[in-house]
C-alpha cells in the first residue's frame, strides 16, 4: 500500500519528461527482442509449408489496420491526452505475447487483430513533441529512436540463451512480465504530457470523420507540397526496411550461414552503433548540415546498405553493410523533427499519426513484397528449419552461388534511390509559412475576422493539412 501511495504522489507531482517516453519503448522492444528466437520456432511449427509467406500475410493485416487506425489514434490523443492511448496501444502491442505457448493460432490471430492499435511510435513521438521545444526535438527523437536500437542489443542474444538451455516457454515468460511491468509503468508513473488548458479547449471539439480517416489524410496530404514529399519520402524508403526487417534473419540463416549466435552478436553490434548515430551523429549533423541534408545523408546510407545486402555473399559484407545500415537508422528521427517542425502544436498527434500510419502501411507492404520476390528468384525461405539454423534441402549444389544472393534487397535499394530523388525537392524553410498560419488562426478567432483576410497572399498559402475542422 505505501509503495502505491507513493507511486501515486510521485505521478500526481512529477513532470512529462523524454525519459518515461525511453522506459517505454525499451521495455515494448526489450519484450520483443527476447522473442525473436521462439518466434522462428513457432512459426515453422505452425506453417512448416509457407513459413515465411504466412509471416507476410500476418505482418501485412497488421500493417493495413495499423494504417487504418493511426490517424483515429492521433487525432484522439490531440484530444483526450497522450497517457490514456499510450497505455492502450502498449497493452495491445504486448497483449500477444502470452499467447505464443498457449495458442500458436490465437497467438498469430491476436498479432494480426493488435495492429488496429500497434501504433505506439505515434503517441509517443506527439508525447516528446509536447514537452520538447522545436530545437529540442531532433534530440529527442534520435534518443527514443535509439532506445528502439538499444533495446535489441542484448534481448535477442538473452532470449537465444534461455530458448536453448531452458526452453521457450521461459523465454515467453520473461517477455510477458517485462510487458506486464511496462503497462504498469505508463499506468502508475508516466504523467500526462498534453497541456491541462488544451484539453479543456479541445473537449468540446468533436473528431470528425475526415480527422479518422486515412485515406482523407492522404488526400489532404496531397494538397500540401511539402507534406507530400516526406509522405512519400517516407513510403519509399521504409518499404524496404519494413520488408528487410520482417526476412533478414531468415535470410542470414539460411543463405549465408550465419549461426544463432553470430545473429545475435550482429544484432547486438548494429544496435550498438545506431545507438551512437542516433544521439551523438544526429545532433552534430542536425546542427552542421541542418535537417533535410540530414534525412538525404541517412538516405544515402540505406541505398548503399541494402545495394550491399543485395550482392554480398559472404559473411564479412554483412557486417560491413550492418555498419552502414546502423548509420541509415539516422533517417526517420530527421524525419520526424522535420514533421514536427511544420505542424501546429495541438495537431502534433495528427501528423504523427499519419507518419506512423504509412509506415504500418509499409509494414503490411513490405513483407509480403519481400517474400514474393524471393519466392521468384527461388530463395524458398520456408526450407529453413529454426532449430538448427540450416537448410534441410536444397534445390542447388552448396557450391553454387548466384550474381545476386538477395534480389530483394536490391529492388529495396532502387526504392530508396527513388526516395532520395522525391527528398530532394523538400524545401528548407517550409515551416516559417506554416508558423504564420497559426498565429492568424489564432487571430482569426475575434469578431475582426474580415479585416485579417489580406493575410494570406492566396489560399494556397494555408497549410491544408494543417487547418483546423472547425474552420
Not at 507531482?13 to 518466434?39: D, Q
Not at 532506445?147 to 534461455?162: D, H, K, M
Not at 485515406?215 to 489532404?220: G, K, N, Q, Y
Not at 520476390?373 to 525461405?381: A, K, P, Y
Request: with cysteine; hydrophobic share 50%; glycine share 6%.
Amino acid at each position: 500500500i505505501c509503495t502505491f501511495e507513493a507511486l501515486r504522489v510521485y505521478h500526481t507531482t512529477n513532470r512529462a519528461k523524454v525519459s518515461h517516453a525511453v522506459v517505454v519503448i525499451f521495455l515494448e522492444f526489450f519484450a520483443w527482442g527476447l522473442l525473436t528466437t521462439p518466434m522462428l520456432t513457432v512459426l515453422h511449427e505452425t506453417f512448416p509449408q509457407h513459413t515465411f509467406l504466412m509471416n507476410g500475410l500476418i505482418q501485412g493485416v497488421k500493417g493495413l489496420l495499423s494504417f487504418l487506425s493511426a490517424p483515429l489514434i492521433g487525432a484522439l490523443s490531440d484530444v483526450w491526452g497522450r497517457k490514456s492511448f499510450l497505455l492502450v496501444t502498449v497493452f495491445f502491442t504486448c497483449a500477444p505475447i502470452p499467447l505464443m505457448r498457449i495458442s500458436p493460432w490465437w497467438y498469430f490471430a491476436m498479432i494480426s487483430v493488435s495492429g488496429v492499435f500497434a501504433v505506439t511510435f505515434s503517441v509517443i513521438f506527439a508525447y516528446v513533441a509536447d514537452i520538447t521545444e522545436e530545437h529540442e526535438r531532433s534530440t529527442a527523437y534520435g534518443l527514443v529512436s535509439a532506445t528502439f536500437a538499444a533495446s535489441l542489443v542484448t534481448s535477442p542474444a538473452i532470449g537465444a540463451y534461455l530458448s536453448a538451455n531452458y526452453g521457450d516457454s521461459l523465454v515467453v515468460l520473461v517477455a510477458t512480465i517485462i510487458a506486464v511491468v511496462d503497462i504498469a509503468f505508463v499506468l502508475l508513473v508516466v504523467p500526462e504530457s498534453l497541456p491541462d488548458k488544451m484539453r479543456l479547449t479541445s473537449w468540446g471539439s468533436p473528431i470528425s470523420w475526415e480527422q479518422a480517416d486515412p485515406f482523407a489524410s492522404l488526400r489532404r496530404v496531397g494538397k500540401d507540397p511539402t507534406v507530400l514529399l516526406i509522405c512519400v519520402t517516407v513510403f519509399l524508403s521504409y518499404l524496404p526496411e519494413a520488408g528487410q526487417y520482417s526476412s533478414f534473419f531468415l535470410y542470414l540463416r539460411q543463405v549465408i550461414e550465419f549461426s544463432p549466435a553470430a545473429i545475435a552478436a550482429f544484432i547486438a553490434m548494429v544496435g550498438i552503433l545506431s545507438i551512437i548515430a542516433q544521439t551523438l551523429l544526429l545532433t552534430y549533423f542536425m546542427r552542421t548540415i541542418g535537417n533535410k541534408n540530414t534525412v538525404l545523408l541517412g538516405l544515402g546510407f540505406q541505398l548503399f546498405q541494402l545495394a550491399w545486402y543485395g550482392f554480398g555473399s559472404e559473411p564479412w559484407m554483412m557486417w560491413a553493410a550492418g555498419t552502414v545500415a546502423a548509420m541509415s537508422s539516422i533517417t526517420f528521427p530527421a524525419v520526424s523533427a522535420l514533421v514536427s517542425r511544420i505542424a501546429a502544436s495541438d495537431q502534433q498527434g495528427c501528423v504523427q499519426g499519419m507518419i506512423t500510419g504509412i509506415r504500418g502501411l509499409c509494414n503490411g507492404l513490405g513483407p509480403a513484397l519481400y517474400g514474393f520476390i524471393f519466392f521468384l528468384f527461388n530463395v524458398e525461405l520456408n526450407e529453413l528449419d529454426p532449430m538448427t539454423g540450416r537448410n534441410k534441402s536444397t534445390s542447388q549444389e552448396p557450391s553454387e552461388k548466384p550474381t545476386i544472393p538477395g534480389p530483394p534487397f536490391l529492388f529495396g535499394a532502387c526504392l530508396v534511390l527513388l526516395a532520395f530523388l522525391v527528398a530532394m525537392f523538400i524545401p528548407d524553410h517550409h515551416s516559417m509559412a506554416v508558423k504564420t498560419y497559426t498565429d492568424t488562426r489564432k487571430i482569426s478567432t475575434s469578431n475582426n475576422l474580415q479585416s485579417l483576410n489580406p493575410l494570406p497572399a492566396s489560399e494556397e498559402d494555408i497549410e491544408p493539412l494543417l487547418q483546423d475542422s472547425s474552420m
